[in-house]
């Protein structure tokens, strides 16, 4: 969904209730892409629907859409069914940017085992403009002493703010929760990659000394969105 402010607090607030309504174990708040189409800040709210014994895939996906579905006003006869149980299942239901009083829904997808927090993702810089080649990106894994999502919300708000990250990922599972955060930082006029690089890995890790929480891993790199390992 997008929601339409510059207000990270306004936005999380949206998630708060989200995580509630649908007893979500997985929210992500980024910054929107100027190029994309939207303002302000995206929002996707997760949950975890378990398979029933004998029942197909594509029946599980179904059901995994459906609470969505009802909450939204959608018709069901739109979701769709798209790949091959070789190459992959997933559903999804273009909502045609479905209004609601303070967000506009214009995506549901049903996939087979979540979101891989390693996927490479796109953000802007925090002051919401498009980023530069020169910038530095980093990502923060953090593991959050809660098992409550909301809680965990609240908890990475410092760090988001003192991270400047446009994109802020908290799964749950068995155990505490886990934080992926992303940030795009801008070189300084006249400073070379590598000095750039060297200069945000030491601010991030300064940053990272008073954030009270386990820090799981921590890359900075120049490459668009080097993330497609996990990091060291």
């Known amino acids: 969904m997008n929601i339409e402010t510059d207000d990270y607090a306004a936005a999380t607030a949206v998630g708060e209730r989200l995580i509630d309504e649908f007893e979500a174990t997985e929210l992500e708040i980024c910054r929107a892409d100027p190029a994309g189409g939207w303002t302000g800040y995206t929002l996707s709210v997760g949950y975890r629907t378990p398979p029933a014994d004998g029942?197909?895939?594509t029946d599980t996906l179904h059901r995994a859409a459906l609470p969505a579905m009802f909450h939204f006003?959608?018709?069901a006869e739109f979701f769709e069914i798209h790949g091959t149980p070789r190459t992959g299942l997933y559903g999804s239901y273009t909502a045609f940017e479905t209004q609601a009083d303070d967000f506009t829904l214009y995506s549901l997808m049903a996939t087979v085992g979540g979101t891989d927090p390693r996927e490479p993702t796109y953000v802007?810089?925090?002051?919401?403009?498009?980023?530069?080649?020169?910038?530095?990106i980093s990502r923060v894994h953090l593991y959050?002493?809660?098992g409550d999502l909301r809680a965990a919300v609240r908890l990475c708000d410092g760090?988001?703010?003192?991270?400047?990250?446009?994109?802020?990922?908290?799964?749950?599972?068995?155990?505490?929760?886990?934080?992926?955060?992303?940030?795009?930082?801008?070189?300084?006029?006249?400073?070379?990659?590598?000095e750039a690089l060297s200069r945000v890995t030491n601010e991030v890790n300064g940053q990272l000394s008073g954030v009270g929480m386990s820090v799981r891993a921590v890359h900075t790199g120049l490459e668009d969105d080097p993330f497609h390992t996990e990091p060291g």
């Open 55 to 57: 029942e197909e895939l």
């Open 73 to 75: 006003g959608l018709n």
């Open 124 to 136: 802007p810089r925090h002051d919401f403009t498009p980023r530069a080649a020169t910038d530095v």
């Open 144 to 146: 959050v002493p809660t």
């Open 159 to 194: 760090p988001a703010t003192d991270l400047a990250a446009s994109l802020v990922r908290i799964t749950t599972a068995a155990g505490p929760c886990e934080a992926v955060l992303l940030s795009a930082f801008p070189a300084i006029a006249g400073e070379s990659g590598e």
